[in-house]
T-cell receptor, first 113, second 112 residues
Framework: GENVEQHPSTLSVQEGDSAVIKCTYS??????FPWYKQELGKRPQLIIDIRSNVGEKKDQRIAVTLNKTAKHFSLHITETQPEDSAVYFCAAIRQTGANNLFFGTGTRLTVIP | KAGVTQTPRYLIKTRGQQVTLSCSPI?????VSWYQQTPGQGLQFLFE???????NKGNFPGRFSGRQFSNSRSEMNVSTLELGDSALYLCASSFTGSTEAFFGQGTRLTVV
């Protein structure tokens, strides 16, 4: 099965700085890579995703990059704000229409005002 | 429309007992997946149901089982509870053909 590794496990940045979270996956057949954000006491919510036929995707202050050859993908958050503080999970899946996400272990991001 | 609803929100059980958790997906969603969330292991996939059939299964022992009803509501059962089963259990539903998963608030299970 798929194995997703995520680094770092914790990350602290000053407000306004950028944050980068990196993930690697093992199954070369995986072709859909979502990122979920989980605020304290709340449910995980999808914030951005990327498919294997795309190298980069942006949505305002967040972006995701994918390197299929190296089997890694990254989340980039620019101009961080205190409300970005949360746990971020990367995931990978073979997009067969199934809903069985393989998640990384999470990164706790703290944005210091 | 209403989101994914999980009941109960909190549960305390004794080692050796069994427990049943419930998940009602978003209306129209036929896929329901279950995940176990623990501080050390993150989110781990348990199983997925689609149209009352188990479509995928994660690497969990047979004590963990589930089912899905014709209205897409799903239940998860854990038998012979162990202390290590203490976790937040999340279910997620998705629309047919979509991979975006919508999560419920979870059921926090504590085994004592």
């Amino acid at each position: 099965g798929e194995n997703v590794e995520q680094h770092p496990s914790t990350l602290s940045v000053q407000e306004g700085d950028s944050a980068v979270i990196k993930c690697t996956y093992s199954d070369s057949a995986s072709n859909y890579f979502p990122w979920y954000k989980q605020e304290l006491g709340k449910r995980p919510q999808l914030i951005i995703d990327i498919r294997s036929n795309v190298g980069e995707k942006k949505d305002q202050r967040i972006a995701v990059t994918l390197n299929k050859t190296a089997k890694h993908f990254s989340l980039h958050i620019t101009e961080t704000q205190p409300e970005d503080s949360a746990v971020y999970f990367c995931a990978a899946i073979r997009q067969t229409g199934a809903n069985n996400l393989f998640f990384g272990t999470g990164t706790r991001l703290t944005v210091i005002p | 429309k209403a989101g994914v609803t999980q009941t109960p929100r909190y549960l305390i059980k004794t080692r050796g007992q069994q427990v049943t958790l419930s998940c009602s997906p978003i209306s129209g969603h036929r896929s329901v997946s279950w995940y176990q969330q623990t501080p050390g292991q993150g989110l781990q996939f348990l199983f997925e149901y689609f149209s009352e059939t188990q479509r995928n299964k994660g690497n969990f022992p047979g004590r963990f089982s589930g089912r899905q009803f014709s209205n897409s509501r799903s239940e998860m059962n854990v038998s012979t509870l162990e202390l290590g089963d203490s976790a937040l259990y999340l279910c997620a539903s998705s629309f047919t053909g979509s991979t975006e998963a919508f999560f419920g608030q979870g059921t926090r299970l504590t085994v004592v």
